[in-house]
């Protein structure tokens, strides 16, 4: 999206564009998924550096610190802050190494009838809404089977579906499962503007769900 807008204004030729990540692929369950962006950086000139993370910001410098010790200089700097568990649970003492751990399956906490969800909940799983709606559904699907006193609820699948933006207003999508065999798989599905409308209307069911938007 960065390369399409600069490529817009008429000043992609003077620019670089770098990402640094801490996976060894884009999307490591998904080999289809990580060739297909690692040819899509290529034909745009993406630098991908794959591996590493951003321990440091100069901003005096407008310099990204690795955490190898590379500098990396910037005008634009774009980045995810790292993930944590907030102050209020660290200072409970539900967390292990900066993590709630759980039963991955059953969101299960260490304390009888606490569970966890969402970034904080050491599950295996990415750190993304669409798997902390899938937890969030298991949690929800045991507490009525408890207040019923009906069966044990469902578990969690660890099941998730990430959209792809490719530029060109085309779309890509990868289906990830971490939990149904051995290792985490991926199915990929090449990027078009029919997958735009599955996207939206993706992020469409969930708002009038959730917000009744």
């Known amino acids: 999206m960065l390369h399409d807008y600069l490529t817009r204004q008429g000043v992609r030729g003077a620019c670089e564009i770098a990402l640094v990540l801490p996976l060894g692929s884009p999307v490591p369950p998904s080999p289809d998924t990580s060739r297909a962006l690692l040819a899509a950086f290529a034909e745009r000139d993406i630098k991908f550096i794959p591996g590493r993370r951003v321990a440091s910001v100069d901003n005096g410098r407008n310099v990204a610190v690795l955490d190898d010790g590379a500098e990396m200089p910037f005008d634009f700097f774009l980045g995810v802050p790292k993930h944590r568990v907030p102050p ?16 991955p399956r059953t969101l299960e906490t260490r304390y009888e009838n606490v569970y966890a969800i969402g970034d904080g909940a050491n599950t295996g799983t990415p750190k ?3 798997f902390a709606e899938g937890a969030a559904r298991a949690v929800a699907s045991a507490l009525v089977a408890k207040l019923r006193r009906q069966g044990s609820g469902t578990l969690y699948d660890g099941f998730g579906t990430c959209y792809i933006e490719f530029g060109g207003g085309r779309i890509g999508k990868v289906e990830v499962d971490f939990f149904s065999g051995p290792a985490p798989t991926g199915n990929y ?6 997958l ?6 993706f992020g469409a069911s969930r708002r009038s769900r959730w917000f009744g938007m």
């Open 196 to 201: 735009r409308a599955d996207k939206e209307t």
């Open 88 to 103: 209020v649970v660290l200072e409970s003492g539900m967390a292990e190494n900066g993590w709630i751990p759980v039963n």
């Open 128 to 130: 993304a809404g669409v």
């Open 189 to 194: 599905y090449e990027p078009s503007l029919a």
